[in-house]
């Protein structure tokens, strides 16, 4: 078992390709040396890939109205016991605006599933940002038509962000009622085609997932070959089916975060947010093993506390210049920078010379 760890671990080491069963057995790692061994590779290849530095992406929660009912989420449509709140255009822009102000190279536009918000409004607000300044911009809102994430495209949007959530079609269809994994990976396919930024990923520990459907999760985001993806910890909300149930372990999440990196050298990959929410030092632990990345909340503060997608969320009670200040504290931490520029995919397709 220990020598077997030790071979799969020496294939990765060599960049060579890793089936379903070798990332299992790099998954199993155990406390004490194994971990450190496999983190300790996760780290060695995103200091070869990305360097010293850590890419900041201020996000924007503009709205937490969601059509969708997925039993791990607070924002689920089902869920009566939260007030819903919709930021208009102009508090959008003026959000970025202070984002920008701040420093911020990258603003990401986060929400429920919410139709309220069409094309032409969303197109309105991307255009109106650019004006401020050639910020990258990232969306996070869901499905959409193809037609629709064109437009987007168009209008300005450089990057989406369209996590799988879990390669377990079973536990897929039953976490997310009226959806479909096919149109997920649909919509994924749209968004690539389209020309963005592909970002994609998944939540670690929902009840019901095992360690080879995580290896799934990996192989899967592998095949899309995405620029970016979202690896973190479940974390129970009390007002979803899914409270009661045990939240994610943190340290399988650092171990998936750790191997998605090892098999995807050039992805941005972000300490989440609720990696830091389960533990204090959460996001210095992901950033050891694989991490290049933190989203800083950059929400109104009368709004923040209403995002709640999971209870307790690290920095709820922060205005955007606190976050920031605290996350900058975080990147010194663990000896890192923070990034110049807009931290595009280090892929030449993406490197327009911004
Ligand atoms: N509505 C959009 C974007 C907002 S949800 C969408 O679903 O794509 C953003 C992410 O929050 C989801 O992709 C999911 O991975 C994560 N999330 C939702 N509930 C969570 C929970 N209880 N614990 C951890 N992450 C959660
Ligand atoms: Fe809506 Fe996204 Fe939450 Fe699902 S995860 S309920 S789509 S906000």
């Not at 990258?106 to 910020?135: F, H």
């Not at 506390?305 to 307790?312: E, T, V």
Request: with cysteine.
């Amino acid at each position: 078992m220990d020598s077997n760890f030790q071979a799969v671990l020496q294939k990765a080491a060599g960049q060579q390709p890793l089936s379903k069963e070798d990332i299992v057995t790099l998954l199993k790692a155990k406390p004490g040396n194994q971990q450190r061994e496999l983190f300790a590779l996760a780290d060695k290849v995103r200091q070869q890939h990305h360097g010293n530095v850590v890419h900041l992406r201020g996000i924007i929660e503009f709205s937490n109205y969601c059509r969708n009912d997925c039993h791990y989420c607070g924002l689920r449509r089902s869920n009566r016991n939260i007030s819903r709140y919709r930021m208009t255009v102009q508090q959008v822009i003026e959000a970025s605006r202070r984002a920008i102000e701040l420093g911020y190279n990258t603003i990401v536009l986060q929400s429920g599933e919410d139709p309220w918000y069409d094309v032409n409004t969303l197109c309105r607000m991307i255009a109106e940002i650019k004006k401020i300044k050639n910020v990258a911009i990232t969306l996070s809102i869901g499905e959409r038509s193809k037609e629709e994430y064109q437009q987007l495209y168009r209008a300005g949007a450089d990057r989406f962000l369209l996590k799988h959530e879990t390669a377990d079609r079973q536990l897929f269809s039953s976490l997310r009622p009226g959806t479909s994994f096919e149109r997920r990976l649909q919509c994924l396919q749209w968004l690539r085609e389209s020309g963005y930024q592909l970002g994609s990923g998944n939540m670690v520990g929902l009840p019901g997932q095992t360690l080879d459907s995580l290896a799934e999760d990996i192989l899967l985001l592998k095949k899309l070959d995405v620029e970016m993806a979202g690896i973190g910890p479940f974390i129970p909300h009390p007002q979803t089916p899914l409270a009661g149930q045990p939240a994610g372990d943190l340290q399988l999440a650092l171990k998936t975060l750790a191997v998605a990196r090892i098999m995807l050298p050039l992805c941005h990959l972000p300490a989440t947010t609720a990696a830091g929410t389960m533990h204090s030092e959460g996001r210095q632990m992901a950033l050891n093993c694989g991490a290049n990345v933190i989203m800083p909340n950059v929400t109104p503060l009368k709004y923040r506390r209403l995002y709640q997608i999971y209870p307790n969320k690290a920095g709820v009670t922060d205005d955007p210049q606190q976050s920031l200040q605290k996350i900058v504290g975080i990147i010194h931490q663990v000896g890192r920078e923070v990034a110049a520029g807009r931290g595009d995919s280090p892929k030449p397709v993406f490197q327009k010379g911004y």
